[in-house]
């Protein structure tokens, strides 16, 4: 019987459009609203929607979602099908990781014969907005996105609501926001922090502090990692040796406040820090005060970006996927415009630890 409950809601279908009244080009349900509709798996509502195109009843257009049939088809302009254009959207693009991101991105998106196009926000909301409009009155057939700011409150919420009424797909990567239920490709940052702060309790360390961002997700969680591990090695009182600092001011903390953090350092002999490029200016911090890396201080970073291993002192990092992220962010993408596939389960990349020169064994 269950073989047969897609024909059930082919004919419920029909009678839905006609009791409402829905005329042709008139957008008509998800795969998820008929899932709730009818309490029945995915793959019955997609049997479902199969019969109801093959009878004409319904168009599904990719990037847009499904609509009432009656020469809809044939009226989109031909230019309008042919655009397979895909808009991302990130935060920085600099020669740190993310001119790898955005190469597996772009590869994956050529195999499959779409577009980019590439937006950057320098992690500021009102640049992501500039975006965001942008690449809606583009017409694209699904965003990329990494999140500004993304453990703040987001003033573009209405404009991820707008996508989501338009049925264009959207996923995320390296991050999301706690408010969204779209899928996001990510590394497992709490296990970041986790295993960056357990290898310097295996070399022997107890006093150790942690630099972390305070404006992203990621910093929340790689914090996260941190406390834990410290709970686990028996570390009271953990969170009085982190350092919060808000990433559009990340120098401040070595100029104007580098006093505060010589202090800071003078009661530690470890440090797990937010990333590589806060883990590499604080060895230069360190080298300018005489602090030698590894034997008064020990540095971790995360990410393993190209300077990891040719600064001073080669970095021992947590090593990010980098275009395997996203390579599987982009498929993701392609997977819910050529499936209508509106599932949002998560891609999470288990973290492993580079062990280079800048942690003592005590």
Not at 106 to 133: C, F, P, R
Not at 247 to 268: A, C, M, R, V, W
Request: include cysteine; hydrophobic fraction near 40%.
């Amino acid at each position: 019987m269950e073989d047969y409950k897609y024909l059930t809601i082919v004919e419920w279908a029909k009678n839905y459009i006609a009791s409402k009244g829905l005329r042709p080009r008139d957008r008509f349900l998800t795969e998820k609203e008929l899932c709730e509709i009818h309490g029945v798996s995915r793959q019955t509502v997609r049997q479902a929607l199969m019969c109801l195109e093959n009878e004409n009843v319904i168009c599904r257009v990719r990037g847009s979602g499904a609509f009432v049939s009656g020469g809809f088809a044939q009226s989109i302009p031909t230019a309008q099908v042919q655009t397979r254009n895909i808009g991302v959207i990130s935060t920085y693009f600099t020669d740190y990781i993310f001119p790898q991101i955005v190469t597996g991105i772009e590869s994956v998106l050529n195999d499959s014969g779409y577009s980019m196009q590439l937006a950057i926000t320098h992690n500021k909301v009102a640049e992501e907005q500039q975006a965001l409009q942008s690449m809606i009155s583009g017409g694209v057939q699904g965003l990329i996105v990494e999140p500004s700011k993304s453990a703040l409150p987001n003033p573009n919420m209405a404009l991820y609501d707008e996508l989501r009424r338009n049925n264009i797909p959207v996923v995320f990567f390296n991050a999301n926001y706690p408010w969204s239920d779209y899928p996001c490709v990510a590394m497992d940052d709490e296990a970041v922090g986790k295993i960056a702060t357990d290898y310097l309790f295996e070399c022997g360390h107890t006093k150790i502090a942690g630099l972390f961002a305070l404006d992203d997700i990621q910093g929340h969680k790689r914090y996260s990692g941190f406390i834990k591990s410290c709970i686990a090695h028996g570390l009271k009182n953990a969170e009085e040796n982190v350092m919060w600092f808000a990433t559009t001011d990340k120098n401040f903390i070595f100029t104007s406040g580098g006093n505060h953090l010589l202090e800071f350092l003078s009661e530690i002999t470890a440090v797990v820090c937010y990333n590589d490029n806060i883990a590499i200016k604080l060895l230069q911090f360190c080298k300018m005060h005489d602090i030698n890396v590894p034997d008064d201080l020990s540095i971790v970073g995360a990410d393993d970006s190209k300077y990891a291993s040719i600064c001073d002192v080669p970095l021992t990092t947590v090593i990010h996927p980098q275009r395997k992220l996203g390579e599987a962010v982009a498929e993701k993408l392609i997977d819910r415009i050529n499936t209508f596939n509106d599932e949002n389960e998560d891609i999470i990349f288990t973290p492993e630890l580079k062990i280079r020169e800048s942690v003592k064994k005590l």
